[in-house]
């Protein structure tokens, strides 16, 4: 199976409400991010954890990284129709330069 | 806008027939990565160049080669191609290659009849 696994793989939500993804890895990691794809379009960086870090914020977005239970978590709050997406996590392994995606999250934000 | 472009954006060929899609990165960055999306098996790597060498390859198949040129930009050719090989490719540029944050490119939409 691939490195990094989301959960859930769909997740449906009203306006204003928080959505929360998760994804799991296998081997040790240097940093983990987050990426957004809009159906059909290139995928946008939006957050890079490092293995050292436990959270980081970006405006509406929080990441954690629990490097012990080997899993991080993508909080979004006060969601929007426009957060409407796919979100991939990414691993960067240990002694390696590419990066490894996940299956990604559908998130479905509903108006 | 990432400031990575790939063209052409769509392109419909027929099976055994020979395509080259090309990426230019960001202003500055060195790195250059190909990247195979289809709705089977998600995002998977190619293959990476940095400065014009090789530097990591992923699950790309013999069929298909890719080369970054003294000016950056990269080209992924794909030959012999086949029905399965219809899917979204994406390259994606960093300034040293080093898992650092990547900028993709907007992707060509390949379908093979």
């Known amino acids: 199976s691939q490195q990094g696994e989301e959960d859930p793989q769909a997740l449906s939500i009203q306006e204003g409400e928080n959505a929360t993804m998760n994804c799991s890895y296998k081997?040790?990691?240097?940093?983990l991010q987050w990426y957004r794809q809009n159906s059909g379009r290139g995928l946008v960086h939006l957050i890079l954890?490092?293995?050292?870090?436990r959270e980081k914020h970006s405006g509406r977005l929080r990441v954690t990284l629990d490097t012990s239970k080997k899993s991080s978590s993508l909080l979004i709050t006060a969601s929007r129709a426009a957060d409407t997406a796919s979100y991939f996590c990414?691993?960067?392994?240990?002694?390696?330069?590419?990066?490894?995606f996940g299956s990604g999250t559908r998130l479905q934000v509903q108006p | 806008d990432s400031g990575v472009t790939q063209t052409p954006k769509h392109l419909i060929t027929a099976t055994g027939q020979r395509v080259t899609l090309r990426c230019s990165p960001r202003s500055g960055d060195l790195s250059v990565y190909w990247y195979q999306q289809s709705l089977d098996q998600g995002l998977q790597f190619l293959i990476q160049?940095?400065?014009?060498?090789?530097?990591a390859k992923g699950n790309i198949l013999e069929r298909f080669s890719a080369q970054q040129f003294p000016d950056l930009h990269s080209e992924l050719n794909l030959s012999s191609l086949e029905l399965g090989d219809s899917a979204l490719y994406f390259c994606a540029s960093s300034p040293q290659g080093e898992a650092e944050t990547q900028y993709f490119g907007p992707g060509t939409r390949l379908l093979v009849l």
């Open positions: 990414a691993t960067a392994l240990t002694g390696r330069r590419a990066l490894t």
């Open positions: 954890i490092r293995s050292n870090e």
């Open positions: 081997t040790s990691i240097n940093n």
């Open positions: 160049y940095y400065n014009g060498e090789e530097r």
